[in-house]
């Protein structure tokens, strides 16, 4: 079974610019969130997509946007790059039923991507 | 408000037992926990659910006491292979939606070091 597949890797920018990053969930799992990682901030809550629909938003600007298609692969974008916005991006896939409903075996549980490495100059 | 972990660090020895507390301020749903090493990915160890508990692992197990909102990590005889930085992930009780399941508040790590 195949990972939750995150592309690019790395990537370099400068100020202004903006990046579009992809994630692949795992086959099967339709929800995808995205979390944004920083030596200083830590981990944190990007926003949540299921059946193409936003589920959930964290504290970011509106800089940072996602979507999610058809097949439940995803992206982000973040416009107007700042020096802040240096990060590894994560992308976690997990099982959730349309009804939210947890179920046994912790279908809730997040697998995560390696991460899209970005560095903004 | 994220969960706040203690120990921030812990240094160990091969065969050593280790705990790693997770408190939060709010009322939480599930706890999961994470453990990410050097550049990789955060991997899955063990989810706590309100009312229940799972063990992930069998030498690592965890508790949740829902009446403080806090958890504990369990590593016993540690092996080399579980340095890393531990995560806790907390998730609150799901609105009527049930819209919260794929949004979880991480503490800030907890860095294990385990030498042989």
């Known amino acids: 079974k195949a990972g939750v597949t995150q592309t690019p890797r790395y990537l370099i920018k400068t100020r202004g610019q903006q990046v579009t990053l992809s994630c692949s969930p795992i086959s099967g799992h339709r929800s995808v969130s995205w979390y944004q990682q920083t030596p200083g901030q830590g981990l944190q809550f990007l926003f949540e997509?299921?059946?193409?629909?936003?589920?959930n938003k964290g504290n970011f600007p509106g800089r940072f946007s996602g979507r999610q298609f058809s097949n439940s692969r995803s992206e982000m974008n973040v416009s107007t790059l700042e020096l802040g916005d240096s990060a590894l991006y994560l992308c976690?896939?997990?099982?959730?039923?349309?009804?939210?409903?947890?179920?046994?075996?912790?279908?809730?549980?997040?697998?995560f991507g390696a991460g899209s490495r970005l560095t903004v100059l | 408000q994220q969960p706040v972990q203690s120990p921030q660090a812990v240094i160990l020895r091969e065969g050593e037992d280790a705990v790693i507390n997770c408190s939060s301020s709010?009322?939480?749903?599930?706890v999961h926990w994470y453990r990410q090493k050097h550049g990789e990915a955060p991997v899955f160890l063990m989810i706590l659910l309100k009312g229940g508990e799972q063990k992930g692992h069998e030498k690592i197990s965890a508790s949740f006491n829902e009446k403080k909102q806090q958890s504990s990590l369990y590593l016993t005889a540690s092996q080399l292979s579980y340095s890393g930085t531990y995560f806790c992930?907390?998730?609150?009780?799901?609105?009527?939606?049930?819209?919260?399941?794929?949004?979880?508040?991480f503490g800030q790590g907890t860095i294990l070091t385990v030498h042989p």
């Open positions: 997509y299921f059946s193409e629909t936003q589920r």
């Open positions: 976690a896939s997990s099982y959730r039923t349309a009804g939210g409903v947890v179920q046994t075996g912790g279908a809730n549980v997040l697998t």
């Open positions: 709010k009322a939480l749903y599930s």
């Open positions: 992930g907390t998730s609150e009780v799901p609105n009527a939606g049930g819209t919260s399941y794929g949004k979880l508040t």
